[in-house]
């Protein structure tokens, strides 16, 4: 089986969101993880629509490249700029770049729950549509 990690800058939303949306269309082939460069717990509304999506992400945790199981990795896929800049080096897998807008950053100064949580469908949204069609990225 291939191994896939998905990789963000706080493994709090769009890795955890590829995450889960690959083990749910690619898990028969694909062992799949996500990290962070940094570690920032997990985004309470990233599980909220996710489970909207019926996709549940509440057993996930927020976890570092280093935390990661020592496999090699076949694919690393960033997901945000910050992680494509400082992506840590994975020896043999093929790395892939598929950058997606940050929720938490485009919401931070938005007070309506409803416009918020319309923010991260969207992203949802476009992560479930790539991850769908994962291997025209591969």
Known sequence: MKTI????TGNSCRSQMAEGFCRKYWGH???????GTKKHGMNLRAMQ???????????????TVDELPKVRFDYVVTVCDSAK??????????????????????????ADE???LT?????????ETTVKNLKDYL
Do not use: W
Not at 30 to 35: G, I, N, P, T
Not at 49 to 63: L, N, P, T, W, Y
């Open 49 to 63: 629509v996710m489970k909207e999506a019926g996709v549940d992400i509440s057993s996930h945790f927020s976890k």
């Open 29 to 35: 082939e694909f062992e799949v993880f996500s990290a």
């Open 119 to 127: 923010i991260y469908r969207r992203v949802r949204d476009e992560i």
């Open 5 to 8: 990690v998905f990789l963000c």
């Open 114 to 116: 409803n416009e918020i």
């Open 85 to 110: 800049e400082s992506c840590p080096y994975f020896p043999g897998g093929k790395i892939v770049h598929i950058g997606f807008q940050d929720p938490p950053a485009l919401t931070k100064d938005m």
